[in-house]
């Protein structure tokens, strides 16, 4: 016979999946294995015993007949007759009995009396594999199989029992000596603290993790990196499992047909149990083959099939109860949502999202297991016990001296630490007092803490996409130490709302997208109460200049507007910033020079890069401008400049690149002052003479044009350190170039050349690395001045 153990292929695929078999389905597991039992007991009493036993019925005549047959009489009358006792003759061998008993068992003994047991096996059969049916169907098994195996890891991690004593107020390595420490850390707690009520969250710590590092020993960065991945596949999960309710429906549907199958069972067994009799009368016609038609037969395993039906129906009924309670659990309770509001009470983690569909039906079945798998899975729902474990990690990661290492000197000459795509702000920052700016690029979650006052050198930061959030008492930190500050931001309404408490705050850098019409952009009207403001950058795309920053203008020394291609009108308000020394319009959409930048008297650097400039005949009116210095003109489409820039005497750097200018007027030349002139990438064709006046010129470009020749004036120009040649039609350099002593970047690359003058072996400051041109044209110098430039 087939043992009961080939059947536990029925009931559970994985041990571990009891965590999903609640009380109902264990009960019936167990009557399952009762009733599989009576049915392979039956099963085997109908094999190995005879099933039925019949005798053939004497008819009345030959019955009579026998009884009056003559007894002959003895000759000696006085001797007693004994008669021996004996059966009723039937005249049938045993293959004749046999026979009759399997054509009485055939034809009749009533069907559920012969087929009980087999019965009893089969629906056995199916109620245990309606019970394990989603275990088994593969859209279903593959969820618990991938369910339970992020279940197991979640309830053995060590973050798990690490993040839920620290809610309840207790580390793992204080539990043992709670009481002998308790006056100890009274003791060691910061003045103004050991009065405080301590909260079971994990958000008790304001707006800050904070992990001291005695806890974070505890917690070693293999498993820190095993329960970060734990919480990504929980995320993953969950994403997947919310999106459909397969899990529910396979449930429900096996339980209903759980139902199904014990009316039905019920109801035909209810009545047919009575057939099944001990005595059978049977007429079967085979009286030619033995010579009798009636029979009575006797069925052998009636009795005790008869009790085995009885008992059968009894877990029956039991067994459909508990599916009829099952069903009423699933329907009459909503389980395809999932609170963990008592969690969130018990443990304090008030962040624990809700759960709906098939993830929240296991985790209902798990309930019914046992609720502290719950609440373990729980903690990795929680972005607050992610966000504490990345901290744990990124301490893990980000050393101290890891990030020294780190620390480069920025254009401002400050110790600045630059970190890029980081999770979070590692603690460990905090002890890098040297620091004096800090630069973090996208970065989310960012929170500064009070430990930042640590950071007594700090007077520059950076935000370049940055989701920050700041302390209190870091806010007043910033706000007496910080200097310098940059954001970087991809809405406006991601502006920090702190930086307009910044009072000493001197730099003050914006980029990033505003609302169109400025006028209405009430993001930028606190930057009046920036009294120390002296720079100013906005790269943005406003479409007038903000009254806020007027509002500034009065100790404004330098701004810089970028607009990103928009036009910027209304610019009267510019004449306000009186102070303004260095200006900046870039990109925005210029066609004429502004008329408030002739008011600005202290002006000493203009800047009107990437605009529409086709005529700047308004040039004239910088001659009011005693203290320009600086103008950059470049990028724009100028085609001429006019005689009028003779009257800007004080000019010393002048940029006139990436234009469309064709003539150079010898007026420029009257700029006497000149230090650094940019003519490249325009269509120049000639240079007037007049360009040896330029006595003081340190800096000359006339590359990307289309000259021929270069005047032998230009030498005259003695203190010339760079001079830019290249991409012109030149197919001579004048001996002449022997009077640049001073020079030492020399580009000549792109001309016609066919030969170098050895005379540049009299420019001493010139080396191989400041000589820009053809290998091929460099080995035509003579070898001892090509060993003298490669000198160093």
């Known amino acids: 016979m087939i043992p009961v153990t080939e059947f536990r292929q029925f009931t559970e695929q994985q041990p571990a999946f009891r965590v999903l078999k609640p009380w109902w389905d264990v009960f019936t597991d167990y009557l399952s294995v009762v009733m599989l039992m009576i049915g392979v007991f039956g099963c085997t009493l109908q094999v190995m015993q005879n099933k039925i036993i019949c005798l053939p019925q004497r008819s009345f005549s030959n019955q009579t007949e026998l009884m009056s047959t003559p007894v002959p009489s003895s000759p000696v009358s006085s001797v007693p007759v004994v008669r021996e006792l004996k059966g009723l003759k039937t005249n049938l061998d045993i293959q004749q009995y046999s026979y009759i008993n399997q054509m009485c068992y055939e034809k009749a003994l009533h069907w559920y009396a012969k087929y009980f047991p087999y019965l009893v096996l089969i629906h056995t059969l199916i109620f245990m594999v309606c019970s394990n049916f989603w275990f088994k169907f593969p859209g279903s098994s593959s969820k618990i199989e991938h369910f339970i195996s992020i279940l197991g890891k979640c309830f053995d991690s060590p973050w798990t029992t690490r993040a839920l004593s620290e809610v309840s107020g207790e580390n793992p390595e204080e539990k043992d000596n709670k009481k002998n420490s308790a006056s100890r850390s009274n003791l060691d707690a910061p003045i103004g603290e050991s009065n405080l009520e301590k909260t079971p969250s994990l958000r008790s710590i304001p707006e800050k993790i904070v992990v001291d590092k005695p806890a974070a020993s505890v917690l070693d960065k293999k498993a820190g990196e095993q329960a970060k991945a734990l919480f990504e596949k929980v995320k993953k999960f969950r994403l997947h499992v919310e999106e459909g309710d397969i899990l529910y429906v396979m449930y429900v549907r096996q339980t209903v047909v759980k139902v199904l199958k014990f009316i039905l069972i019920i109801a035909y067994n209810s009545a047919l149990v009575s057939k099944v009799r001990f005595t059978v009368r049977c007429t079967v016609d085979i009286e030619d083959m033995t010579g009798y038609r009636h029979f009575y037969c006797n069925h052998t395993m009636a009795h005790l099939f008869s009790k085995l039906s009885y008992c059968y129906l009894c877990f029956v009924i039991v067994y459909g109860l508990t599916c009829l309670y099952t069903s009423y659990w699933l ?106 700016s800090l630069k973090l690029e996208i970065i989310n979650n960012v929170t500064i803490p009070a430990s930042i006052a640590q950071l007594e050198d700090l007077q520059e930061l950076s935000l370049y996409q ?236 006339v590359s990307c044009n289309k000259l021929e020749n270069i005047p032998d004036e230009l030498f005259f120009c003695k203190k010339l350190k760079t001079l830019k040649l290249g991409r012109n039609t030149l197919s001579v350099l004048s001996p002449k170039i022997s009077y640049l002593s001073v020079l030492s970047h020399l580009e000549l690359k792109g001309n016609h050349f066919e030969v170098l003058p050895a005379e540049l072996g009299c420019c001493r400051t010139l080396k191989q690395s400041g000589l820009v041109v053809e290998d091929v044209l460099y080995e035509t110098l003579p070898s001892d001045i090509r060993e003298q430039m490669q000198e160093e």
């Not at 310098?484 to 408490?501: A, H, I, N, S």
Request: some cysteine; glycine content about 2%.
């Open 331 to 436: 329907f009459y309770r909503s389980l395809k949502e999932y609170s963990f509001e008592y969690v969130r009470q018990e443990t304090g983690i008030d962040d624990i999202p809700d759960v709906k569909n098939d993830f929240a039906f296991m985790l209902h079945m798990i309930d019914q297991y046992d609720p502290l798998y719950s609440k373990r899975f729980a903690v990795f729902l929680s972005e607050v016990s992610e966000n504490k474990l990345k901290q744990l990690n990124l301490n893990h990661e980000w050393t101290a001296d890891k990030l020294r290492q780190k620390l480069q000197t920025n254009s401002n000459n400050r110790l600045e630490l630059q970190l890029f795509m980081l999770s979070g702000l590692p603690d460990t920052i905090f002890e890098v007092t040297e620091l004096q």
């Open 466 to 701: 940055c989701s920050l959030k700041i302390h209190n008492t870091a806010t007043s930190f910033l706000k007496e130490n910080l200097k310098v500050l940059r954001v970087k931001f991809d809405d406006f309404r991601e502006l920090p709302q702190w930086l307009y408490v910044l009072r000493n705050l001197e730099e003050l850098h914006l980029i990033g997208s505003l609302c169109s019409d400025a006028s209405k952009n009430i993001t930028l009207d606190s930057l009046r109460e920036l009294k120390a403001l002296k720079t100013l950058t906005l790269k943005s795309n406003f479409s007038k200049i903000p009254q806020s920053i007027v509002d500034v203008a009065s100790h404004l020394q330098r701004l810089c507007i970028c607009n990103d291609g928009t036009k910027l009108v209304m610019l009267n308000n510019l004449k306000k910033m009186v102070n303004l020394v260095e200006l900046e319009l870039v990109h925005c959409d210029l066609e004429r020079i502004p008329h408030g930048i002739f008011s600005l008297t202290n002006l000493q650097t203009l800047d009107l890069k990437e605009n529409n400039l086709r005529s700047i005949e308004e040039i004239v009116s910088f001659q009011h401008l005693r203290k320009l210095t600086c103008l950059k003109l470049w990028h724009n489409s100028i085609t001429f400049i006019p005689e009028h820039i003779k009257k800007l005497s004080s000019l010393e750097r002048l940029h006139f690149s990436h234009n469309k200018i064709e003539i150079l007027p010898s007026h420029l030349f009257l700029c006497t002052k000149l230090r650094y002139l940019d003519l490249s990438n325009n269509d120049i064709r000639f240079i007037p003479p007049e360009i040896g006046v330029l006595q003081s010129l340190q800096y000359f470009s």
